[in-house]
């Protein structure tokens, strides 16, 4: 069964400082893994995702991720946060092989202080 | 607008009263979810379909859910007997079906969802 531990219920941070969100996987085979945001009363939107290839992700809004193999992770980042990154930010994986079903974590409450 | 629509947004029954939502995908997406989210949790999967074929199902779906997706296009999500523990988020996701890499394959789109709340 594939699983996803996302280890932090909330993130603080200040106002241009660099953001991490931690994530980490478990599935057999290869990962596909997503970063998904929700905005209140909003549905998820897609930020970012890793098949294959660079270790390092780039996505929407200056957001990028780190595959780490080893340590079976998959870290947002951003390298100056905004106020405007106040939301819940859910990680998320498949395996490679039959249908799509995706597993989220619980999500991480990331909130952005002026 | 082209993404994922979900109706109704909102829906407020008492116990025991069926529920139907209505779920109409980014037009040529072969692929539609269908999740149920709680407060303080992740999406949870229920139910897949390529096209018109029900290919997965969760065993949170019990036998009072139900999906159809009958021309490949909408779907629909009905709740039989509701109950108080129903209610949550049931939130529709659509994609394009295949493994290639690259490209827009893989990823879905989420609806705004239908919050239900049962009395």
């Known amino acids: 069964a594939q699983s996803v531990a996302q280890p932090e219920d909330q993130v603080n941070v200040a106002e241009g400082n660099p953001l991490t969100v931690k994530c980490t996987y478990s599935?057999?085979?290869?990962?596909?893994l997503f970063w998904y945001v929700q905005y209140p009363n909003r549905g998820l939107q897609f930020l970012l995702k890793y098949i294959t290839g660079d270790n390092l992700v780039k996505g929407s809004y200056g957001f990028e991720a780190e595959f780490n193999k080893s340590q079976t992770s998959f870290h947002l980042k951003k390298p100056s946060a905004l106020v405007s990154d106040s939301a819940l930010y859910f990680c998320a994986v498949r395996g490679n092989s039959g249908y799509s079903t995706l597993t989220f974590g619980k999500g991480t409450m990331l909130l952005v202080s002026p | 607008d082209t993404g994922v629509s979900q109706n109704p947004r909102h829906k407020i029954t008492k116990r025991g009263q069926n529920v139907t939502f209505r779920c109409d995908p980014i037009?040529?997406?072969?692929?539609l979810y269908w999740y149920r989210q709680t407060l303080g949790q992740g999406p949870e999967f229920l139910t897949y379909?390529?096209?018109?074929?029900?290919?997965?199902k969760s065993r949170l779906l019990s036998d009072r859910f139900s999906a159809e997706r009958p021309k490949g296009s909408f779907s629909t999500l009905e709740i039989q007997r509701t109950e108080q523990g129903d209610s949550a988020m049931y939130l529709c996701?659509?994609?394009?079906?295949?493994?290639?890499?690259?490209?827009?394959?893989?990823?879905?789109?989420f609806g705004p969802g239908t919050r239900l709340t049962v009395l």
């Open positions: 037009s040529e997406h072969n692929r």
């Open positions: 996701a659509s994609s394009l079906g295949g493994n290639r890499v690259g490209g827009n394959y893989n990823e879905q789109f």
């Open positions: 599935v057999s085979g290869n990962p596909y």
């Open positions: 379909f390529q096209n018109e074929a029900q290919l997965e």
